[in-house]
């Protein structure tokens, strides 16, 4: 055996009696096979995807089948490679591609608008895989959680702006604008004495300046005029769909990713982008996306206090789908006033009302706009101190004055008492 310093491959001039398969490219438990089989089990005609119908007599330079590219966009997915550039440059190097494609080499523009013109139709492909995954025993398909997060878009903070912001700018080019201006009329008063000496003069510069401001106004007034007619509340210059969202303190220019995770293998089963960084407003959303994605009649859906709205929890019991979500105990200032929050009253269902600390009850009344509590002091005294440390005294009215929404425990309450209010009155 030859002594050699490190181990050193083949002669690339070396010549091969039998060339190489591209089926020895991958092994056979590697995870482009269940793409190939996947996709291959596929009714694409079906689902929607263009080119599906095209015959061998049609004229013209054939395009790639659609199952190719398909594979290729799942390829991408699972592997985390977005770009289509990127996809174009893979399926010439990358040997799963390779064997995945059978050595096709698409390029980026047919890659991007495969994913433009066929976007319903993998959508309805992601849900198929769902399907399928929940028939291997992968998905429960029972019970599942939704949260949301924060995506960084293609974007800064300082490229989106909002009506105040745009306001804000154009009222400071006005104040520099005529700064500028008053600077011209002086200018003009010193040209009108002898000339200097050294021939120095800054006139033609301060007007470019002045120009300069004004045609930054005017770009600015347009976005502002852009942005009312649309009659969206942020515009960005770079990214269209990007959004300034603020959750916590903090702010990201981006996108809200709503996503929905089977409990069983945590396999996501639906998702979706929003610009709003709120969740309230997306729990029958994405429930009922699930739902639809997992082909349940009834599904269990638990969510954090992000999304707690009645309005959303009434939609999802219409529909069959049970949703687990706390109430929202609010930013807590009642309670740092003194004052008396949400926990402080409890519910009974059977009577359909409220009990306040102070042991009244609060029945359903008609025509008041918003639930009032009308309670003495001496009552007020007497609830805080049998229910534990005393509170100071508010230095407001003793009327208490709750919104609906912030005494309401249960969906229940909230189709009952719609358009109602509730009172109590202490003897």
């Not at 319903?120 to 998905?139: C, D, P, Q, S, T």
């Not at 500028?180 to 300046?209: T, V």
């Not at 929003?274 to 996306?289: E, P, R, W």
């Not at 229910?387 to 009952?416: K, Y």
Request: aromatic share 6%; proline share 4%.
């Amino acid at each position: 055996m030859t002594n050699r310093t490190f181990k050193s491959g083949e002669s690339r001039d070396q010549a091969s009696l039998l060339p190489a398969r591209i089926e020895d490219y991958v092994g056979p438990d590697n995870a482009v096979r269940a793409i190939e089989s996947f996709v291959c089990v596929l009714d694409l005609a079906k689902l929607g995807f263009r080119h599906t119908g095209r015959g061998a007599e049609a004229m013209g330079q054939p395009p790639y089948d659609p199952a190719d590219l398909l594979k290729l966009y799942l390829y991408g997915y699972i592997n985390q490679v977005r770009s289509s550039r990127r996809l174009e440059r893979e399926a010439c190097r990358n040997l799963e591609l390779i064997w995945l494609l059978k050595n096709l080499r698409p390029g980026y523009r047919t890659i991007a608008n495969f994913r433009k013109e066929n976007w319903k139709a993998l959508k309805a492909a992601n849900r198929g895989f769902v399907l399928l995954a929940r028939e291997l025993g992968l998905v429960g398909g029972a019970v599942v959680a939704i949260d949301g997060s924060f995506f960084h878009g293609d974007a800064s903070k300082a490229s989106i702006f909002t009506r105040k912001r745009l306001s804000a700018q154009i009222a400071k080019l006005d104040q520099e604008i005529e700064a500028y201006g008053r600077s011209l009329e002086d200018n003009d008063a010193a040209e009108a004495k002898p000339p200097r000496s050294d021939g120095h003069d800054d006139g033609g510069d301060i007007g470019a300046k002045a120009a300069a401001l004004m045609a930054k106004r005017a770009r600015a007034q347009a976005d502002l005029d852009l942005l009312e007619a649309s009659g969206e509340t942020q515009l960005s210059l770079t990214d269209p769909d990007a959004r300034l969202l603020v959750k916590g303190g903090q702010g990201v220019a981006g996108y809200n990713v709503q996503a929905v995770v089977d409990d069983k293998h945590k396999l996501i089963v639906a998702s979706e982008v929003v610009n709003d960084s709120s969740d309230v407003g997306q729990l029958h959303t994405m429930a009922k996306a699930a739902q639809e994605a997992l082909d349940a009649e009834t599904l269990q859906v638990l969510a954090d206090e992000g999304y707690y709205s009645s309005t959303e929890l009434k939609a999802c019991e219409d529909d069959g789908i049970v949703a687990y979500v706390p109430p929202s105990e609010g930013n807590g200032l009642p309670e740092k006033a003194g004052r008396f929050g949400l926990k402080n009253f409890s519910y009974d269902a059977a009577a359909d009302a409220y009990t306040c600390p102070a042991g009244q009850v609060l029945c359903p009344m008609e025509g008041a706009g918003q639930t009032q509590v009308a309670a003495s002091r001496s009552a007020t005294r007497a609830a805080r101190r049998s229910a534990g440390p005393a509170r100071q005294e508010p230095s407001a009215s003793p009327r208490r004055h709750l919104n609906a929404s912030s005494v309401a425990g249960s969906t229940r309450m909230f189709s009952n008492v719609t358009g109602r209010g509730c009172k109590a009155q202490a003897t």
